[in-house]
């Protein structure tokens, strides 16, 4: 797996996946940026909440779950000194669908925390608090 950043201005830079797709990424303006991206800590946190979601969402399809909808909230905390890096990150789960099980839900995104989502892993790995929470919304 490859991937290249290029600065292109002040804070902003665009990072090409080796898929060949791009994403811009800045910084806000008080930091030399101009506002047009995410920044790299709200990648990290996108790039987690993806790929738990493809996880989540796989299990559930095998396991034949009437899935209509999943959305993966997620929320960080930082350290206040640098580097800020995340110190607890809670992923949850509003996922809908028609007579959905909880036990089902919930042992999914259990699946993914504990044994398959490579980023939550890692990040939990690294010392940060990962914890998940489910809705389950009836279609």
Do not use: N
Not at 19 to 48: A, F, K, N, Q, W
């Amino acid at each position: 797996m490859k991937a290249s950043v290029k600065w292109t201005d002040g804070r902003q830079f665009v990072a090409e996946s080796g898929s060949g797709h791009s994403v811009v990424i800045d910084g806000p303006p008080d930091h030399g940026g101009r506002d047009t991206g995410p920044r790299p800590m709200e990648m990290m946190l996108m790039g987690l909440g993806a790929c738990t979601s493809f996880d989540v969402l796989q299990i559930l399809e095998k396991s034949r779950a009437p899935v209509s909808d999943c959305v993966a909230s997620v929320e960080a905390e930082r350290a206040d000194s640098v580097p800020s890096v995340f110190t607890k990150i809670h992923v949850h789960f509003t996922v809908t669908g028609q007579g959905l099980k909880e036990k089902q839900v919930e042992r999914a995104v259990a699946l993914s925390a504990e044994k398959y989502c490579s980023a939550s892993i890692m990040l939990a790995s690294g010392g940060v608090e990962v914890t998940h929470s489910v809705t389950i919304v009836e279609a």
